[in-house]
T-cell receptor, first 114, second 111 residues
């Protein structure tokens, strides 16, 4: 079956621009997570959804970051007024249930802010 | 102190040797533990879950020490293909099932 799909795989944008990153989870997975990974670091938690609602958004670094999952499936991570420090790989993962079930990751979106 | 800490390595391992490394966690209420493997410029992939009694999957053995708050991963008979970064993941149910990653331990297996 299909795994977690993330688009685009690469995104280059200018400082100050708005970007949207999309994640299509595995069908039937109710939990969806967003992480950010910088070179040489482990994935840093941003937000996770249980169904349509954001169950924990404590990892979003500031109010320029926002994520939605309106129908409990596809999720979009939105970054306003991008800064060079936002450059990283953004990873999406889904799981059958939050917490105790393993995460299945997408290939990530490599965001470069110039 | 970070919630989940790992020795970044690298651990340089001769092919065929055994290597082991730990991951410490700060919250004693942690409930679920996993080891993930990440190859260079790839996404993390589940290696194994870690059970309270310890568990083994082929050449890989995972242990949990709740008293000292760490998990361990041991790789026997290392293969060149075991070269990767190994990430530990901890679930703090009290934090709402937020799965927290360590920084990863890099392992390099050499002929």
């Amino acid at each position: 079956g299909a795994g977690v799909s993330q688009t685009p795989s690469n995104k280059v944008t200018e400082k100050g621009k708005y970007v949207e990153l999309r994640c299509d989870p595995i069908s039937g997975h109710t939990a969806l997570y967003w992480y950010r990974q910088s070179l040489g670091q482990g994935p840093e938690f941003l937000i996770y959804f249980q169904g349509t609602g954001a169950a924990d958004d404590s990892g979003l670094p500031n109010d320029r970051f926002f994520a939605v999952r309106p129908e409990g499936s596809v999720s979009t991570l939105k970054i306003q007024r991008t800064e060079r420090g936002d450059s990283a790989v953004y990873l999406c993962a889904s799981s059958l249930g939050a917490g105790s079930s393993p995460l299945h990751f997408g290939n990530g979106t490599r965001l470069t802010v110039t | 102190r970070k919630e989940v800490e790992q020795d970044p390595g690298p651990f340089n391992v001769p092919e065929g040797a055994t290597v082991a490394f730990n991951c410490t966690y700060s919250n004693s209420a942690s409930q679920s533990f996993f080891w993930y493997r990440q190859d260079c410029r790839k996404e993390p992939k589940l290696l194994m879950s870690v059970y309270s009694s310890g568990n083994e999957d082929g050449r890989f053995t995972a242990q949990l020490n709740r008293a000292s708050q760490y998990i361990s991963l041991l790789i026997r008979d290392s293969k060149l293909s075991d070269s990767a970064t190994y990430l530990c993941v901890v679930n703090y149910k009290a934090a709402g099932n937020k799965l927290t990653f360590g920084g990863g331990t890099r392992v390099l297996v050499k002929p």
